[in-house]
């Protein structure tokens, strides 16, 4: 189709992925089998059939199950640089990617085996590929702010290897505030900070991810629109926002395609971009998100260069790199 090739066409960044939410079945088979570890799937298919979640926690528990059969470097590498040639077929040229080590440490696998492998593919997707990224680190909400110190200690000796800091896991409950300290420190040690916000949980928490976190960039923040007032802010800052539609619908933040808020974002002047989330569990990688919202939405070429074009004025590279990708 005509709209696919033009997507196709268009070089993109990608600022919203938890790499541990781009491992597909036939690689936790893989590494299952590698390393020894009983799943509880008979294929690929099944694994497949088990992605129907109706809500956030829903996908969070099979998240953190999927995730298990993570155990070397190597597992780290193969699965950080399956993301990266998939999204090279997509015409994406940057991607600033998530992970979360508290999900790898917890289960006993060490912080340097997850970050030493990401790190690997993300030197050899700029040589082989010609695509740049950076890292950020998660800290898990529903864990203690205790937790996320213990973790930013951890990081260290990688504090010139990470961009930024995030917020992600259960969001009801668990306010940005709950991580003033950690996300405060973060900063001082010259970390960007972004969070979740406004998937679920409601606009007290994305104005608390914007006033007590100080974040630069908001992950989803749907909920934004309920609040005029925080609109206005979001103009007024430029905020980006990196918008996951077809997550979106996979967690029942919206229950079609075409009610979702991305072109209501655009039309309020909102730095709005789209973004897969966790592509092996919500049915797309980047393209199939542009592809899947412009069919819906009926967005046009200029809304799709716009997005496009957000992804990279949102993104954290230099402003001369920017400027050249705009
Ligand atoms: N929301 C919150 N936490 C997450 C997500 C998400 O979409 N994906 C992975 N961790
Ligand atoms: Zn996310």
């Known amino acids: 189709e005509q709209r696919q090739a033009f997507i196709a066409g268009i070089p993109k960044a990608e600022l919203h992925l938890h790499i541990e939410g781009s ?3 036939e690689m936790m088979f893989a590494l299952a089998q590698r390393n020894a570890i009983d799943i509880p799937f008979a294929s690929a298919e099944e694994v497949r059939k088990a992605y129907a979640f109706s809500n956030l926690q ?6 953190y199950q999927g995730m298990n059969v993570l155990r070397t470097e190597q597992d780290f590498y193969d699965l950080t640089m399956a993301y990266f040639q998939r999204i090279h077929a997509d015409n994406a040229i940057h991607a600033e990617i998530f992970f979360d080590p508290q999900g790898h440490t917890e289960r006993g696998v060490t912080f340097s085996t997850a970050i030493d492998g990401i790190l690997r593919a993300m030197d050899d997707a ?3 590929l010609n695509i740049s990224s950076q890292l950020i680190m ?8 205790e937790d996320a110190l213990a973790t930013l200690e951890e990081a260290a000796p990688y504090l010139d290897r990470i961009s930024g800091v995030g917020l992600d896991s259960s969001e ?4 940005p505030s709950k991580f003033a300290k950690v996300f405060a420190k973060a900063k001082a040690l010259g970390l960007k900070a ?3 916000a406004g ?3 409601p606009p007290d928490y994305v104005w608390e991810a914007l006033d007590v976190l100080k974040i630069e960039r908001m992950d989803h923040g749907n909920r934004s629109l309920e609040d005029p007032r925080l609109v206005e802010r979001l103009q007024d800052n430029q905020m980006t926002l990196t918008v996951c539609p077809l997550s979106n619908l996979s967690l029942c933040v919206v229950n079609d395609l075409k009610d979702h808020p991305l072109k209501k974002m655009l039309g309020l002047g909102l730095r709005a971009t789209v973004n897969s989330d966790d592509p092996s569990y919500f049915g797309g990688y980047l393209n199939d998100n542009y592809e899947a919202t412009a069919s819906a939405l009926d967005l046009d070429k200029d809304d799709i260069i716009a997005l496009a074009k957000n992804s990279f004025r949102g993104s954290f590279l230099d402003e001369e790199t920017i400027a050249q990708s705009l």
Not at 58 to 63: A, G, P
Not at 138 to 145: A, G, I, K, M, N
């Open 23 to 25: 491992l597909e079945p």
């Open 199 to 201: 998937e679920e949980g």
């Open 194 to 196: 972004v969070a979740h």
């Open 58 to 63: 829903d996908f969070l528990d099979i998240y």
């Open 138 to 145: 998660c800290f898990l909400r529903h864990l203690s702010e």
């Open 172 to 175: 009801l409950g668990h306010p």
């Open 126 to 128: 700029q040589s082989d």
